[in-house]
């Protein structure tokens, strides 16, 4: 279900490691809960991005959904097909429809995200409740 | 928390649920865009056994209908309904609330579900006739057929032609078998009927409508399509665009309140206030800047606080952001630039005309 090649934050975030560079965008989970996505609000190119602030939001029709930084470091890239197309969100959450790209600041941050594993027995955990 | 006969039928559906002011109802079925487009191209259902009826019995009930509610009551013909506001003697709203007249002797009306128990306590308290005040909610479940194809799938039910129903009227007869109060009503801004059903034929009726519209593409809807739906319609939504603190003339809802009828409660405080002038007035917006205005956030003019935003977020119909907010009277006119304060940020939004839809006819 969640890919194997991802880490994950308990705040629904996902990050693709490759080299000094982290893909960031929302899991699966977290665009079935929103629901439809309508508009995606992401920070400019060269600002920084600090592990646990927020540094953006994603909206659904109903709701307004903070995204917080899983990794710090700087943004090199934003995807800018999702201001045209924020339903991409809930068509391909960990694929196509990433955030953005951070230049690592700090890579043994990396360590504590969370595993596939983990991250899904969390969310099943949270579903529980 | 309450439930609606429905729940289950809700949850076995998959519908996300949420606490709806004390009530455990569906959000969403397939997703709020999908939704709200079958109602304004097809047909939806909608379970709205959560809100509350009431009924006045007696020789009085049309005068206590017009002693209690601002609309003329007396002027409704047998089959009709009525659009109207409760007031407190301030002015300001206790709930809006659809009368019917069933008989010169039996008005049943329909009232908000997270307000039924204030009504109910505000409408006996307050009644100095003989009609009896009757709370009647346990004895009815409510399912929304809107739609352009919501006619003909109704028709479908029942013996009863539905074509001679005028807009606001309404008529009693049998759905799949079974009494039914059927009124063509609705907060969605769509042709459709609203109906009235005892709450333990719910579950089979709910399922008779669903086969029937089957055709049509019906979807189950839940709260986040009606809202899309009704914001687009500019239909109130009780704690948003109107409560305690505002009367009908700050709401645009001068049309429901009939001076020349005779007294009812909240008249002369509505009199004062009208001669006073209405310090504001609720108007629509649209998002020129990139945001979506959401209910509670802050209206600037020129810079400065001005108002707040009573509804806003996505009109699926136009492809747009927009919203509804308070303004200062004098600002409160079309094509005024605002901007409404996004999380601390200032984002360009221009008054504009409403409804934001209104159906071909």
Redesign the interface.
């Known amino acids: 279900m969640y890919p194997a090649d991802l880490r994950y934050t308990k705040e629904h975030e996902w990050v693709r490691v490759e080299g000094e560079i982290g893909t960031v965008g929302i899991t699966d989970h977290a665009q079935k809960e929103l629901?439809?996505i309508?508009?995606v609000?992401l920070p400019k190119v060269g600002s920084a991005a600090t592990k646990g602030q927020t540094f953006g939001?994603v909206?659904?029709?109903?709701a307004?959904s903070d995204i917080y930084a899983p990794i710090s470091g700087e943004i090199v890239a934003i995807n800018e097909a999702l201001?045209t197309a924020p339903e991409k969100i809930n068509e391909d959450p960990h694929g196509a429809a990433w955030l953005v790209k951070i230049k690592l600041g700090a890579p043994e941050e990396i360590k504590q995200l969370l595993s596939p594993q983990d991250y899904q027995k969390y969310v099943e955990a949270e579903a529980g409740h | 928390m309450k439930a609606t006969p429905l729940n289950s039928v809700h949850r076995k559906m998959g519908a996300k649920m949420v606490d709806f002011g004390g009530w455990d109802m569906p959000v969403q079925y397939s997703g709020i865009l999908d939704e709200h487009n079958a109602v304004r191209t097809a047909v939806g259902l909608f379970d709205v056994s959560h809100m509350g009826e009431i009924e006045f019995h007696g020789a009085d009930a049309l005068a206590l209908a017009d002693w209690l509610a601002t609309n003329a009551a007396s002027k409704l013909k047998i089959g009709q309904a009525q659009y109207s506001g409760l007031l407190y003697e301030h002015g300001g709203f206790v709930d809006d609330i659809l009368l019917h007249k069933v008989a010169d002797d039996h008005i049943f009306i329909c009232v908000n579900a997270s307000n039924q128990d204030k009504d109910f306590e505000h409408m006996r308290s307050n009644n100095p006739t003989k009609a009896r005040v009757e709370f009647a909610s346990s004895r009815y479940a409510q399912l929304a057929i809107q739609g352009p194809k919501g006619p003909a799938t109704l028709q479908k039910l029942t013996k009863t032609d539905l074509s001679p129903i005028p807009y606001y009227h309404f008529t009693d007869g049998k759905v799949a078998g079974t009494p039914a109060r059927i009124a063509r009503t609705g907060y969605t801004g769509e042709d459709g009927f609203e109906i009235y059903v005892a709450p333990e034929q719910a579950e089979r009726i709910w399922g008779e409508v669903m086969n029937a519209g089957q055709e049509f593409g019906i979807k189950a809807c839940g709260l986040g399509a009606r809202n899309t739906l009704r914001m687009e319609a500019k239909m109130a939504l009780y704690g948003h665009e109107i409560d305690a603190t505002l009367t009908p003339l700050e709401a645009n809802l001068g049309w429901i309140v009939k001076f020349d009828k005779g007294d009812f409660l909240g008249r002369a405080a509505l009199l004062k206030r009208k001669e006073e002038g209405v310090r504001r007035k609720l108007v629509g917006f649209e998002m020129t800047g990139r945001g979506i205005g959401r209910d509670g956030y802050e209206v600037l003019v020129d810079g400065a606080p001005a108002g707040w935003v009573t509804s806003g977020g996505p009109s699926p119909t136009l492809g747009k952001n927009i919203g509804l907010c308070y303004l200062p009277t004098e600002q409160a006119v079309i094509g005024k630039q605002i901007q409404i304060l996004i999380r601390n940020n200032p984002v360009d939004a221009v008054t504009v005309p409403t409804p934001f839809y209104k159906r071909a006819k």
């Open positions: 629901g439809d309508v508009y609000d939001s909206e659904s029709v109903k307004v201001a």
